[in-house]
Nanobody, 124 residues
Framework: QVQLVESGGGLVQAGDSLRLSCTTS????????EGWFRQAPGKEREFVAAFTWSADITYYADSVKGRFTISRDNAKNTVYLQMNSLKPEETAVYYC?????????????????WGQGTQVTVSS
């Protein structure tokens, strides 16, 4: 069973930055395509960012475009989510997910593996 472990969450002020990490011990990590999702209290899970069919092409939710960046380091089996200019409404549990096949990368249902989530709290 593939395990994804997120880290890097915390409490920050509006306008601050955070970098989330998602690490796996899976040897075929380079063949995965990852995405980040978030879920705020009382709300549905929503797509944040993902690698598309290519590890070189990324896609972002409109709400984070220009502020968030997804990247990967295959040597470290790690995916990152750099979040800048954070807003209070972005307080949520952030989840890393990985898929091994194609599909619409904004849909959580196409992902095969999920991390446990890391809490991000943005104070105003």
């Amino acid at each position: 069973q593939v395990q994804l472990v997120e880290s890097g969450g915390g409490l920050v002020q509006a306008g601050d930055s955070l970098r989330l990490s998602c690490t796996t011990s899976e040897r075929t990590f380079s063949s995965f395509r990852e995405g980040w999702f978030r879920q705020a209290p009382g709300k549905e899970r929503e797509f944040v960012a993902a690698f598309t069919w290519s590890a070189d092409i990324t896609y972002y939710a409109d709400s984070v475009k220009g502020r968030f960046t997804i990247s990967r380091d295959n040597a470290k089996n790690t995916v990152y989510l750099q979040m800048n200019s954070l807003k209070p409404e972005e307080t949520a549990v952030y989840y890393c997910a990985a898929r091994t096949t194609g599909g619409i990368w904004t849909l959580g249902t196409v992902y095969d593996y999920w991390g446990q989530g890391t809490q991000v709290t943005v104070s105003s």
